[in-house]
């Protein structure tokens, strides 16, 4: 198991995303009422960039043709998108955000 940083708690506002390239990984980190969340930033579905998407409360909607995931478990909550999204194990140290890989 690798444990990876991503950033700083601050960098990431309630109910927005970061995108975050690291260790060959394109990664959004979310932030859903003060708890933090990290998937795979590439929608599963195309090109859409999910840190640059639609997020309400803890689902984020594509902005290329509008399929959904739940943030929290990467499930696919709305059409188009079939296959659900890769979410990471998240851990909180010293304000910074880590994931488990
Ligand atoms: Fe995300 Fe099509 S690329 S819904």
Redesign the pocket.
């Known amino acids: 198991m690798n444990k990876i940083e991503l950033c700083n708690i601050s960098d990431v506002a309630i109910g927005q995303a970061l995108k975050v390239e690291k260790d060959g990984l394109v990664l959004a980190v979310f932030n859903v009422e003060g708890e933090y969340f990290v998937t795979d930033d590439l929608?599963t579905?195309?090109?859409?960039s999910l840190s640059e998407s639609y997020i309400l409360d803890d689902i984020v909607e594509?902005n290329?043709?509008?399929?959904a995931f739940n943030i929290k478990t990467g499930e696919v909550v709305c059409a188009?998108?079939t296959e659900r999204l890769k979410t990471y194990a998240v851990s909180i140290e010293n304000n910074s955000v880590y994931i488990s890989v």
């Open positions: 929608c579905h195309g090109p859409g594509c290329f043709h509008n399929g188009p998108c």
